[in-house]
Nanobody
């Protein structure tokens, strides 16, 4: 069983920055590939970024490339999403995710609202 808890969301003006955190339970966090997804009102959940278990490899959606940075601290069982140059279209509920033995685990989500 994996539990994920996101934090750090909020209201920010366009062009601003936020950092999201996702704390994970379990002794095997350093083995998890971790990802961030988001879901805007009326839209499907979409991939944002992913980081390898060691942190050595990252992948980003085209829409956030160059503005968002995913990172992790395995000693703290935490993954981060640094979001810069935020746009109104980044407004969504952000979820962290991992898949372990074929099962997808999700946090409860954290709301990010970007005002124009």
């Amino acid at each position: 069983q994996v539990q994920l808890v996101e934090s750090g969301g909020g209201l920010v003006q366009a062009g601003g920055s936020l950092t999201l955190s996702c704390a994970a339970s379990g002794r095997t966090f350093s083995s998890y590939i971790m990802g961030w997804f988001r879901q805007a009102p009326g839209k499907e959940r979409e991939f944002v970024a992913r980081i390898a278990s060691s942190g050595g490899s990252t992948v980003y959606a085209d829409s956030v490339k160059g503005r968002f940075t995913i990172s992790r601290d395995n000693a703290k069982n935490t993954v981060y999403l640094q979001m810069n140059s935020l746009k109104p279209e980044d407004t969504a509920v952000y979820y962290c995710n991992t898949r372990w033995y074929g099962v997808d685990y999700w946090g409860q989500g954290t709301q990010v609202t970007v005002s124009s």
